[in-house]
């Protein structure tokens, strides 16, 4: 694969990614509207048990397909390539039918256990899904084994709008239109979640066939090298493919996993604390608004630094221990620097997001903290990702166990003391143990130093100058901004903000020389612009 089609394929999976993540988060705004804090809590139950088993069902495996496809096509053995994915997607329907099998008739245990028996029919509704998207992520791994990116990116984008149309459009007609109640409302709005797998799965099926007849017209079926291989049997198949996906599993299990500690122990950790309706609002404060926020800084960063961990692993198997200090260094550096900006606005403008976006205005402390903790859930994960690259899944694992039994022990201990609190709390606990436990493997490996302890001063000192002309912009905005109605005024103040907190930050870091030449080079294009310009204007000026 040429270097220009690998940056393609990159751009179009980061792409694609940014679209699915920001269509899945702005689903639950409309949402809130109609459900409010106490069905999105419900919603919440039946989400986070979904994305629990769908991991469990489809982790690292498209990876692991995806490696095993690519080496085979390279080698033209076009043949074991097709027998490795007819084993992935024998597997995916065995494990798509156990899954909503277990999902299904566990759903009132489960809710009863939870403290929400309303939430049985959002799971119950939202299961169905798991009989598609096992089969969809085989697929998307096959296909990202031959190097055809873009039926990946469209399914993604297509899964997203069409469970944001569904869950919309079946939650009012259930809720206005038919008048069945909040509970069925709110199962209707997790049926999206089915929806949007079918529409992903007719992309990825109709590309497949595309794919697969253009194999035929080049004559690549017949392309196998019988003289150097025999065909594995599906035992020898699966056997690779699960050491190659188990560790990927456990280590995308984290953040769901805590989400789903969350919403199983919130109401049983609070229910002596205050009425069981009252619990139920604040889940789905944490669940509505705070995650749906919590989740936006973490976007750009990963798929800033995605394009560089491949280098770091290809620089490793070279044994060339300066190339992988050097690329480490700079995945992680991107990470913050794109990440941190975005994490101060929301932090800054969360009174005016949460009154433009939902209703009423409760939660905003709890949105403040968690989104705060995403810094660490940022540095967390790209230095997680550069682990696997050197292939230190062992470490990993032990290292993201060690993270759940932190969240774990942080919830029994500070969610009677804090309440709400102590679960986010425990979440940043959690990513703040893993980054240091990452941080430290990788300074023995390689040596790296994200920043030296100058820049680490000038990104403080300039975050906190941020912070003090946000918190004021936000008063005074408050106070002054009043000429439109609420939600306009809102909007306004968080755009100011915004625009503030952006052209602030790119002026400090240039001034303080956190940023260097080398940052500048990996951001895109605009933004080299601007902060070369801020830089032509005021550093030079004073010298």
């Known amino acids: 694969m040429s270097k220009d089609s690998l940056i393609k394929g990159t751009i179009i999976l980061a792409v694609a990614a940014l679209v699915a993540r920001v269509l899945g988060i702005v689903q639950r705004v409309p949402l809130q509207h109609m459900l409010h804090d106490d069905g999105m809590g419900t919603f919440g139950i039946a989400y986070n048990i979904y ?83 096992p089969v969809i992520a085989m697929m998307r791994g096959y296909f990202q084994g031959r190097r055809s990116m873009m039926a990946n990116g469209i399914s993604q984008i297509v899964e997203q709008v069409a469970r944001l149309i569904a869950a919309i459009g079946l939650t009012y007609l259930l809720l206005y239109q038919l008048d069945w109640g909040i509970v069925w409302a709110v199962a209707g709005a997790s049926f999206g979640g089915v929806t949007g797998s079918l529409g992903a799965l007719a992309i990825m099926i109709y590309a497949y066939i595309k794919l697969r007849r253009s194999d035929v017209k080049l004559g690549l079926i017949q392309k ?3 003289n ?12 690779q493919i699960f050491m190659i996906s188990v560790p990927i599993v456990l280590y995308s299990i984290l953040v769901p996993m805590i989400y789903f500690i969350d919403s199983t122990f919130f109401k049983r950790m609070l229910v002596d604390q205050m009425s069981s309706s009252a619990a139920q609002h604040l889940l789905g404060v944490l669940t509505a608004r705070a995650q749906s926020l919590a989740g936006i800084p973490i976007i750009l960063a990963i798929a800033l630094s995605q394009s560089i961990v491949p280098i770091v692993a290809s620089a490793f198997a070279r044994n060339d221990m300066e190339q992988v200090r050097a690329q480490a260094t700079k995945a992680l550096r991107i990470s913050v620097l794109s990440g941190l900006p975005i994490i101060l606005f929301i932090v800054l403008a969360a009174q005016s997001l949460n009154e433009m976006l939902f209703v009423g205005n409760n939660g905003t402390g709890v949105i403040v903290a968690l989104t705060a903790s995403t810094f660490f859930q940022i540095l967390m994960q790209t230095s997680g990702a550069i682990l696997m690259g050197l292939g230190r899944m062992r470490v990993l694992i032990i290292h993201v166990s060690i993270g759940i039994i932190c969240k774990i022990a942080g919830v029994f201990l500070l969610a009677d003391w804090l309440g709400i609190y102590g679960f986010v709390a425990s979440t940043g606990i ?20 994200i920043f030296t302890l100058r820049n680490w001063e000038g990104l403080a000192l300039s975050s906190a100058l941020i912070c003090l002309s946000g918190i004021l912009l936000q008063n005074y905005g408050v106070q002054y901004i009043n000429w439109f109605p609420t939600r306009v005024n809102h909007f306004i103040i968080a755009a100011l903000i915004g625009l503030v907190v952006i052209g602030l930050y790119f002026l400090f870091l240039t001034i303080t020389r956190v940023v260097t030449k080398d940052d500048i080079a990996a951001f895109p294009a605009p933004l080299r612009k601007l902060i070369r310009r801020v830089e032509t204007r005021f550093v030079r000026n004073e010298q």
Request: proline residues 2%; positive net charge; hydrophobic residues 55%.
């Open 228 to 239: 150097t291989t025999t065909l594995h049997s599906y035992k020898q198949i699966y056997k």
């Open 430 to 449: 959690c990513f703040a143990v893993m980054t240091f436990l990452n941080l430290r493997v990788l300074r023995k490996l390689t040596g790296l130093r």
């Open 224 to 226: 196998t090298s019988k």
């Open 51 to 133: 994305s629990i088993m769908l991991i469990v069902a489809t982790a690292g495996i498209p990876s692991a397909i995806s490696k095993l496809v690519s080496e085979r096509v390279e080698l033209g053995r076009m043949e074991e390539a097709n027998r490795i994915y007819r084993a992935a997607i024998y597997f995916a329907i065995i494990a798509g039918v156990i899954m909503t099998a277990v999902v299904y008739f566990s759903a009132s245990s489960y809710a009863a256990f939870a403290k929400d028996e309303n939430a049985a029919l959002s799971i119950r509704a939202l299961a169905p899904a798991l009989l598609f998207f």
